[in-house]
């Protein structure tokens, strides 16, 4: 059974006339009588009793108008969803941000809202490794993290912007207004870290892989607003990617002086899947304003 068909099929309900209903389709009536006995062929019972004077519908004819009409409404009605959601007049966008993200999504977001208000963003805040997963599992459509040491075939990564691992202090802090510091000298401080398994302590743990360095750990924290609490109100020292106080007044990114210490701010998106059309947009939103707020924050 075809939409044609149904189409084909109220044309004659309406006129009742297969000249007149030809005419209006703009086929011939004998196109238009033979898709009408493959649609009662399927049917399996005559829609019309026809002669060569008068046109009736029988009594499934009737019952079945109704129905093809609801049917060929249903069809337009998903036709003007699918032309609302490619011109972003309606639909959701799902969007993953890491805790290094967290700070300079803002700004796209409220760009993207701006642009298209009837679109709804969902935004789930988590660890790289959850999100990770809800990418591969459809939950989210895009995820903002810092690159992957050790990647994965299945996600496609594009870059976004460079960064480095820092670490963050406040103003009352003895580092404030260091220029740089190495891992040996860093064995000095008091630390305030991310917990094992977030992505500024894997790099962390990567960069130290092969020294002996002992470090003074005081508190390890799974949430990075806690993380930057802390470290405001004591002189203890974090260690976070730069782009993650790129908002902040009061404390400072000292870069760490080693080799392998520069990372990457990646849109993640799962390889070979279908990207829609708000997903799309997103990225030129955050890539325009990420593009500005990471350059004033690292000149």
Do not use: W
Not at 89 to 111: D, H, P
């Amino acid at each position: 059974m075809e939409i044609r068909q149904l189409k084909y099929f109220l044309m004659v309900t309406e006129t009742l006339n297969f000249s007149t209903a030809s005419r209006r389709l703009f086929i011939s009536q004998s196109n238009l009588s033979q898709q009408i006995s493959q649609l009662e062929q399927e049917v399996g019972q005559p829609l019309f009793e026809r002669n060569s004077h008068e046109v009736h519908l029988t009594e499934a004819g009737r019952e079945f108008a109704p129905v093809a009409r609801k049917a060929i409404d249903s069809v337009t009605e998903c036709m003007e969803h699918m032309t609302d959601l490619q011109s972003l007049r309606t639909g959701e966008l799902n969007i993953g941000v890491t805790f290094s993200f967290a700070s300079i999504v803002t700004k796209a977001v409220i760009a993207f809202l701006r642009q298209y208000p009837k679109v709804k963003l969902n935004i789930r805040y988590d660890s790289m490794e959850e999100l990770m997963e809800m990418l591969k599992q459809r939950e989210i459509d895009i995820m903002l993290a810092l690159s992957s040491p050790k990647g994965d075939a299945a996600i496609d990564r594009r870059p976004l912007f460079a960064n480095r691992l820092a670490v963050i202090v406040s103003r009352n802090h003895p580092l404030y207004h260091a220029d740089g510091i190495t891992l040996d000298e860093l064995q000095h401080y008091d630390l305030v870290l991310p917990c094992r398994g977030l992505q500024a302590r894997n790099t962390f743990e990567k960069l130290i892989d092969r020294t002996d360095y002992s470090y003074k750990v005081k508190v390890e924290v799974n949430n990075v607003s806690l993380l930057l609490d802390l470290i405001s109100h004591a002189k203890y020292a974090t260690i976070l990617a730069e782009s993650t106080i790129i908002k902040s007044h009061d404390l400072r990114a000292i870069p760490i002086i080693a080799e392998g210490n520069e990372i990457s701010g990646c849109i993640h998106l799962l390889k070979g899947a279908y990207v829609k059309c708000s997903t799309q947009e997103f990225i030129k939103m955050i890539t325009q304003t990420t593009a500005v707020m990471v350059q004033r924050a690292l000149d």
